[in-house]
């Protein structure tokens, strides 16, 4: 079964700074997605970045980077330059297989400092 | 912007009793999840249509909930009777056909007394 692991249920940035959240997956799908939303208290999940398990190049959109290992099984997402507005849950999900559902992790919660 | 709608955005209800979530996606996405998210965890998906056709039902709890698409178009998830742990976010998706993004609705917090 596919799973999503996010170590980090809280982190915090001091606004302008660069901050870094983890995330590890397991799958046994060769052809899948890898997925960072964000979910804003009381707004609706909206899509950050996403990464495609073929490409060797990481994505970006941005502020926003992943550190996509594949072998290691990690997808971690790099903000930078954080900024108020970046306050919110952010989940880690992954999909593959016929059905594209996706796999979602515990969520970090991330606190921005002005 | 199109956007997925999702009502009511708050229920409350009493244990044993029925609730019903509707979900509108966004125009011409003839994929539709329902997720439900459990406050302090990931959503988990409930159920998956593909136009009116169920693709995924396979973590629905059966006994209590059912969905529906009869046209393929708006969605609605019911549960009855409700019971305490089924208070959480319910969160309807939609995307394009073969579409690998989902664009999420505001969602259904429901709380069962």
């Known amino acids: 079964a596919q799973t999503v692991t996010q170590s980090q249920p809280e982190m915090s940035v001091q606004e302008a700074e660069t901050v870094t959240l983890s995330c590890t997956y397991d799958t046994s799908e060769s052809d899948y997605y890898l997925f960072w939303y964000k979910q804003p208290p009381s707004r609706q999940m909206i899509l950050v970045i996403r990464?495609?398990?073929?490409?060797?190049q990481n994505a970006t959109e941005n502020r926003f980077s992943v550190n996509f290992q594949k072998a290691a099984k990690s997808f971690s997402l790099k903000i930078s330059d954080s900024q108020l507005g970046d306050a919110a849950m952010y989940f880690c999900?992954?999909?593959?297989?016929?059905?594209?559902?996706?796999?979602f992790g515990t969520g970090t919660l991330l606190a921005v400092q002005p | 912007e199109a956007e997925v709608a999702q009502s009511p955005r708050y229920k409350i209800t009493e244990k044993s009793q029925a609730v019903a979530f509707w979900c509108d996606p966004i125009s011409g996405h003839a994929t539709l999840y329902w997720y439900r998210q459990i406050l302090g965890q990931g959503p988990e998906l409930l159920v998956q249509?593909?136009?009116?056709?169920?693709?995924?039902d396979s973590q629905l709890p059966k006994d209590r909930f059912s969905a529906e698409r009869l046209k393929g178009v708006d969605s609605t998830l019911k549960i009855q009777p409700a019971e305490l742990g089924d208070s959480a976010m319910y969160l309807c998706a939609s995307s394009l056909p073969q579409g690998i993004e989902q664009f999420f609705g505001p969602g259904t917090r429901l709380t069962v007394l």
């Open positions: 990464q495609e398990a073929y490409k060797q």
């Open positions: 249509f593909q136009d009116e056709s169920v693709v995924d």
């Open positions: 999900a992954s999909t593959g297989g016929a059905t594209n559902k996706l796999i």
